[in-house]
């Protein structure tokens, strides 16, 4: 039998993640748990997994809310290389090929550029809360995921990025855990 106390550690813990949900904060959003799970799936022994090693089948169930950026040196730059189709669908235009520093609300100084260089300088899963600009107003906010990918195990060359809309949650959103919506994972 639980005492009190016990009680509400066990309460506190379930508003914070809730089942199913291998990231805190996001117990809306199984699609980041499970990108997440298949980046760890996938990089085995390796700091960081490989593009190749994420086929097509792997990614399949997560495609239409996957992006992949290719990493641009001398000067540093991000490069829309895949764009899921919901993705796509959503945004204000297609911006397949483009460069961050093509787009003006996403050129540095922007929270976009801050998150994607965050997940390359750290080597390790960004998660974090955007606010959305595209042409759906049925959405105020998105969640995601910047998974940082290497195709010789250790030099970061792309990032591949997992997204979640949040319907109508208005600005400033917190994550549910009460952390700041940019938050590197272990």
Known sequence: MMDLMQL???AAMAQRTPAG???PGYPQSEILTQAHQLWLAARGSAEMPARRQFTAALLEP???QLMVFGIEQEPLDFRYLEIGNRMRGLSNDDYTGKCLSEIPHQRAPSRVWDHLTAAMDARAPVRGVLPYVGRSREFSSIFHIVLPLADDGETV???L???DLAPG???GVRLQDGTHPFTQLG
């Open 21 to 23: 949900s291998g990231l």
């Open 62 to 64: 997560l495609a239409a």
């Open 161 to 163: 990025v997992c997204v």
């Open 169 to 171: 949650a208005g600005a």
């Open 8 to 10: 509400a550690t066990a």
């Open 157 to 159: 060359d792309r990032l």
